[in-house]
């Protein structure tokens, strides 16, 4: 049974940037044909999906985040990694890491509804 969680601070200072770790466990981040993404939800708001990576280390990032965002993995470690540049109040929120099915040339993986195993989930504040 595939498993995510997520890890990392859950208070990052204003300007700075956030790192956020997902640990996949009992399957291979490797493994056709599947992306992992990050996905975001701000207090009071709906889910954003930030960007993902493929199985095959392909990345796609959601274009009003894309000049802040980089999605790396560790395949060692079977992990992948979302780093955050100049955060500001607003990017507090849930931050999720999850799995959805990846075919080159189809762009599901940027809905967010089509994402099918999912984290916990951790919460991320941005404050001084």
């Known amino acids: 049974q595939v498993q995510l969680r997520e890890s990392g601070p859950g208070l990052v200072q204003p300007s700075q940037m956030l790192n956020l770790t997902c640990t996949v466990s009992g399957g291979s981040i490797t493994t056709s044909w599947y992306a992992w993404g990050w996905i975001r939800r701000p207090p009071g708001k709906g889910l954003e999906w930030m960007g993902c990576i493929a199985y095959d280390g392909s990345t796609y990032y959601n274009p009003s985040l894309e000049s802040r965002t980089s999605i790396s993995r560790d395949t060692a470690k079977n992990q992948f990694s979302l780093w955050l540049t100049s955060v500001t109040p607003e990017d507090t929120a849930v931050y999720y890491c999850?799995?959805?099915?990846?075919?080159?040339?189809?762009?599901?993986?940027?809905?967010?509804?089509?994402?099918?195993?999912w984290g916990l989930g951790t919460q991320v504040t941005v404050s001084a």
């Open positions: 999850a799995r959805v099915e990846y075919y080159r040339g189809s762009y599901r993986f940027r809905v967010s509804d089509e994402y099918d195993l």
